[in-house]
């Protein structure tokens, strides 16, 4: 078994009394809870903290933590001492491979439960398992035709002992086609075991769409930028424009601006159910990036030639 | 050699479409009815009909995201009801403000040559 600071965690000293305790979780709270926290690391770090508070907070916990030892560092393998089973749990268990937060949430079991030797396994009331929530990410083509997502997990499960223990489990869900950004499916039971009645928890898979050289997705449309050169917008053109099912060819009206977005309609990502959202085409004036001598002739000539003032407004808003 | 099992599972998608009861909500986020009724009463859960009592109220499986959050921060930070309901409609306008942001950045063109 894995030594786990809990002291070390929250910042505290070992005397640390029970509100200094609190205040430090409080502040590692405010700054890394996920719900709260945008920091890429948040959501381990704030498991940590809540595993730490959730045995140090508790009176008995913290005793029996405390009689694990203190000369361990944060990840040390350790036993706890030989008498420490018989009077926390079993004092027959093999700790080797548990995980030390699946120790004392035994523990609670343990006092709560009827049996000497029952355990998480045989809690007195239900206790509903535990939920887990995993990102998904997608690409837009996976989001557009549908897909096979993989889930590897460790579930915390009751043992022959009646101690937690995390068993690895792989699930295979099939999103289908209509995903969009942060849509969120649900795995019913897939979770960690309920206890003592308790139903199972359940997989929760938040979708993410992973960025795509060309599409931008905004909700179910999608946004690509197109190139123009200043004749094709100024005259007219047919261009091919990529779709995620294939290039479609997209007629451009003579005197199209920049920034004008032209919309084909239902090109954008499927909707779950029925329908789709559209693709927007973003005009961007381009110029080449060095001009040839006949190509700079050509522009001079129509500079001298037209009298088009792109910031005649200028002049009527001084006036 | 052991060999490595995999599940195949069904998937619920949490969308308009599903509607569950605020007994459901509670079950499935572990927050107590009484407490899924002060957020209903805050305006901060929206049923998706207009029924009284709250308890016979139907949700949209949208809710579930949110009765767990609020699950999670009425537990990790010990708030009252009042605290929960606030600090969830100010949690909402930041995800709204941040879905716009999102959706403005699609739309904003990217070349910059």
Known sequence: MKYKDYYQTLGVARDASAADIKKAYRKLAHKYHPDVSKLADAKEKFQEIGEAYETLKDATKRAAYDELGSNYHAGQDFRPPPDWGRTHGDAHAAFDDMDLSDLFASLSGRRHGSRAHGGARDAPFPIPGQDFEVPAEITLEQAAHGTEFEVHLTVPEPGAEGYLRRVPRTFKARIAKGASEGQRLRLPGKGGKGLGGGRDGDLYLIIHLLPHPLFRASGHDLYIDLPLAPWEAALGATVEVPTLHGAVHLKVRPGTRSGQKLRLAKRGLPHPHEGSGDLYAVVQLVLPAELSAHERALLQQLADGSSFDPRAHFKAEAA | ?113
């Open chain 2, 1 to 113: 050699m052991s060999i490595e099992i995999i599940e195949a599972c069904d998937v619920i998608w949490l969308d308009e479409r599903q509607e569950l009861p605020l007994a459901a909500l509670a079950d499935l986020s572990g927050l107590p009815l009484s407490e899924l009724q002060q957020l209903v009463e805050c305006e901060t859960l929206t049923p998706v009909n207009s029924v009284e009592p709250a308890a016979e109220a139907r949700f949209g499986a949208r809710s579930i995201a949110l009765a767990r959050a609020a699950s999670r921060l009425r537990h990790d930070f010990d708030l009252d009801g009042n605290g929960l309901a606030l600090t969830l409609r100010l949690l909402n306008r930041v995800h709204e403000l941040e879905a716009e942001l999102r959706d403005l950045r699609a739309q904003w063109p990217q070349i910059t040559r």
